[in-house]
């Protein structure tokens, strides 16, 4: 097994911040500015505690704060690791491209399908015919080098000009923009399921790992659908955050 990185870590005992945040905030900080990669083996909670002159309730109270955050999984026999870094996104309409430049993540996107097609259950999303026809595409988006979803997407004919080229080199939602055209309202369903097996090969899915699901109907403010989408991502590079109020 590796060694694990052993992470600098300043402890300032005067401070009223506690301990267990303290060194919480530095081992984040390692993670998140790539200090510490994803699959990297972590220092041992006995090893920690001895190094930093700390208790191991307060090394074990900071290890499960980055464990909750989804940055180290812990898998029996095997320690603790740095997690797969997570794309992490509001239940809010944006677009993943945006989101995933906006992280420095290197968005790129691969179209696999882009052409015309009648849709019924498409065209009822949008508020159309059941024999209109959409423009229909599937794109594969990467963040860097490592695929992370398949976006399956039907726009109305009014949006039929939209190129593949266009496409691959902005997201949907900047092209849109650039028609004059701002999707301000959305609804989505989020699931899991199994992955198909053209999902699985192009997002290089083993063994049983699910899917995570979105489908989503967008309006303009005028109350006009503009797009409908049907995306999978990998679950275990792709995390939604919801925050709840009470009204």
């Given at each position: 097994?590796?060694?694990?990185?052993?992470?600098?870590?300043?402890?300032d005992?005067?401070?009223?911040?506690?301990?267990?945040?303290?060194?919480?905030?530095?081992?984040?900080?390692?993670?998140?500015?790539?200090?510490?990669?994803p699959?990297?083996?972590f220092?041992?909670?006995?090893?920690?505690?001895?190094?930093?002159?700390?208790?191991?309730?307060?090394?074990?109270?900071?290890?499960?704060?980055?464990?909750?955050?989804?940055?180290?999984?812990?898998?029996?026999g095997?320690?603790?690791?740095?997690a797969?870094?997570?794309?992490?996104?509001?239940?809010?309409?944006?677009s993943?491209?945006?989101?995933?430049?906006?992280?420095?993540r290197?968005?790129?996107?691969?179209?696999?399908?882009?052409g015309?097609e009648?849709?019924?259950?498409a065209?009822?999303?949008?508020?159309?015919?059941?024999?209109?026809?959409l423009?229909?595409?599937?794109?594969?988006?990467?963040?860097?080098?490592a695929p992370l979803?398949v976006?399956?997407?039907?726009?109305?004919?009014?949006?039929g000009?939209?190129?593949?080229?266009e496409?691959?080199?902005?997201?949907?939602?900047?092209?849109?923009?650039?028609?004059g055209?701002?999707?301000?309202?959305?609804?989505?369903?989020?699931?899991a399921?199994?992955?198909?097996?053209?999902?699985r090969?192009?997002?290089?899915?083993?063994?049983?790992?699910?899917?995570?699901?979105?489908?989503?109907?967008?309006?303009d403010?005028?109350?006009?659908?503009?797009?409908?989408?049907?995306?999978s991502y990998?679950?275990?590079?792709y995390?939604?955050?919801?925050?709840?109020?009470?009204?």
């Amino acid at each position: 097994m590796a060694t694990p990185q052993l992470v600098d870590v300043s402890i300032d005992r005067t401070s009223p911040v506690p301990l267990y945040h303290q060194l919480a905030e530095q081992l984040c900080a390692a993670v998140t500015d790539g200090r510490l990669q994803p699959g990297d083996p972590f220092e041992n909670e006995v090893a920690l505690a001895q190094r930093l002159g700390l208790s191991r309730p307060t090394v074990r109270r900071a290890i499960q704060e980055l464990v909750d955050k989804g940055l180290l999984v812990r898998r029996r026999g095997l320690g603790t690791t740095v997690a797969n870094r997570k794309v992490h996104r509001r239940v809010a309409l944006s677009s993943l491209h945006d989101d995933l430049d906006r992280e420095g993540r290197t968005p790129r996107t691969e179209v696999l399908s882009h052409g015309h097609e009648v849709n019924a259950e498409a065209a009822s999303a949008l508020d159309l015919p059941p024999d209109t026809e959409l423009l229909a595409i599937t794109r594969l988006r990467y963040a860097g080098d490592a695929p992370l979803a398949v976006m399956r997407n039907w726009l109305p004919p009014a949006y039929g000009d939209i190129s593949r080229d266009e496409l691959e080199a902005t997201g949907l939602y900047a092209a849109l923009r650039a028609r004059g055209v701002h999707a301000v309202v959305a609804h989505q369903s989020i699931a899991a399921r199994m992955p198909t097996p053209a999902e699985r090969r192009h997002l290089r899915i083993r063994g049983s790992q699910p899917v995570l699901t979105m489908t989503r109907m967008a309006f303009d403010s005028a109350g006009a659908a503009v797009e409908y989408g049907d995306h999978s991502y990998r679950a275990e590079d792709y995390t939604i955050d919801l925050m709840v109020d009470e009204r």
